[in-house]
Structures are given as C-alpha cells and as structure tokens.
C-alpha cells in the first residue's frame, strides 16, 4: 500500500529533482579536461555520503562493546547491507574496495588533481575535528557548503533526519545523456576513462537499484506515521538538493 507522507515528499521534492536531473552541467563536460574538473569538486559528494551512510549505522546498530541489540532488527539488516556494499564493494578486477576508493582511482586515471581530497582524509586520520578541517582547507564555496550541510544533517542525531537525507537528497540522478557521453569519452580515450564509466555504471546498478529499494524502506520504517517526523524530514531533503544543485551550478561555472 502507497504510503501517504511518502507521497508528499516525493511531490514536494519533485521540482528540485527534475533541476538536478536537467541541469546544464552534464550537457557542458565535452573533454577529460571538463570531466576531471567535475570530478575534483564532486569527489566530495560521494566522501561525505560514507560519513552520512557510517553515522546512520552508529544509530540504527550497536558498534560498541559490550554488544546488546539497538532499534529493530529489520533496520540493523537494511543499514549494514547497504555499507556493506558500499564500503567493500568491487573495482573491474573483483578486488574489494570502498565506491570512494573507487572513485579516487577513477579520478588518477583521468588525470584529475587528488591534492586537496588527500590532505583531508589525512586530517581526518589525524583525528582533527571535522569543524576544523573544513575551515583550514581551500574547498570552494559550494563544496565546503555541501559538506557542512552533511555534518549539520549527522549532528541532529536523528536517524529518521539521516535516512530521509540519505535516501532522497542523496541520491545521484543521473540522466541518460551524461551516461551516453561517457561512453563516448572511453570509446575515444579509453585508458582515462574506463574506471569512470564502470563507477557510474556500479553506482547506478547498486546504489540506484538495491540500494536505493533498501533505503526506502528504512525511511519508511524511521518515519512511520509521525506527520512532525516527515515534516521536518522533507525540509531537510529540500535543503540536500538546493546545496547539491549550487554545487551543479559552481562546477558549471568552472567549466564554462
């Protein structure tokens, strides 16, 4: 049975996605220049999606010892199946690793610059608090303004906030054409960029099919019925694809 409020937040949401799904920006990456371009700011997007992804396992299952159960098992199955599958996926060899590892080799491939994607991580490893690495980097606007809203979305400590996020804002809608032009791109430059394509087409396969099922369901069951619950979930899947799209708009900007 179609679920009410979940109907109202996919109308609510509708024109934001349909900005993303059209946006100019894909019909503007032509080059591996442009590609490598977009690829430098929206590496970005796809680290902080783990963080999100790893905070809403650290609330919806127990990560600490002594073990007891949290939340309903139903939950616990749908969160660690999809970081399973996100953190220890496969690259086109079958070796195991993560979609932003993937990614990170997809971006050497093209020729892209990694620099300032590795000095965070290395903060990061260095336990520096996120407020601070993200103020201490020269991220661009839009990406710093991207990732803030990702921390300010995880520090709510609301799982249903999380999930919401996680499952509608998210989620990359890639359109048709881009998918095509990429394809171009390898048949003409194949050694920068091949691990591309098969991230996109991973990404699309897992992330947009199985896991995508996965965290509808999980939002259906962190909501419920609580209109105040899928109120205030909807404002804040609004804000992810406004800041999303000024990230669109920023990269365009680069590229043009």
Not at 87 to 93: G, H, N, P
Not at 146 to 152: D, K, L, N, R, Y
Not at 198 to 208: A, C, F, L
Request: aromatic share 10%; net charge negative; charged share 25%.
């Amino acid at each position: 049975m179609e679920n009410k409020f979940l109907k109202e937040l996919e109308l609510e949401v509708a024109e934001l996605r349909h900005t993303l799904v059209n946006h100019p920006i894909y019909s503007h990456i032509k080059t591996v220049e442009d590609l490598t371009i977009f690829m430098e700011s929206h590496v970005y997007a796809v680290w902080d999606f783990m963080s999100l992804l790893k905070a809403l396992q650290l609330n919806l299952t127990c990560v600490r010892i002594p073990w007891r159960p949290v939340g309903t098992a139903s939950t616990r199955y749908l969160i660690n199946e999809i970081v399973t599958g996100e953190e220890s996926d496969v690259d086109q060899q079958g070796n195991r690793l993560s979609h932003f590892e993937l990614y990170l080799n997809a971006m050497h491939q093209a020729g892209a610059n990694t620099a300032l994607v590795s000095s965070l991580i290395d903060d990061i490893t260095n336990n520096k608090p996120i407020e601070e690495v993200l103020n201490n980097h020269s991220f661009s606007p839009a990406a710093k303004q991207f990732m803030e809203f990702t921390f300010q979305t995880i520090a709510t400590e609301q799982p249903h906030l999380m999930a919401t996020v996680f499952t509608f804002g998210r989620e990359d809608l890639i359109p048709d054409m881009f998918i095509s032009f990429i394809k171009e791109l390898k048949k003409q430059f194949p050694d920068k960029v091949d691990i591309f394509q098969y991230y996109i087409e991973r990404h699309i396969e897992v992330d947009g099919g199985h896991h995508a099922d996965l965290a509808h369901q999980m939002t259906l069951e962190l909501c419920g019925s609580d209109p105040s619950k899928w109120k205030l979930a909807t404002e804040y899947v609004k804000k992810a694809l406004e800041v999303r799209i000024a990230l669109w708009d920023e990269i365009l900007q680069k590229i043009s």
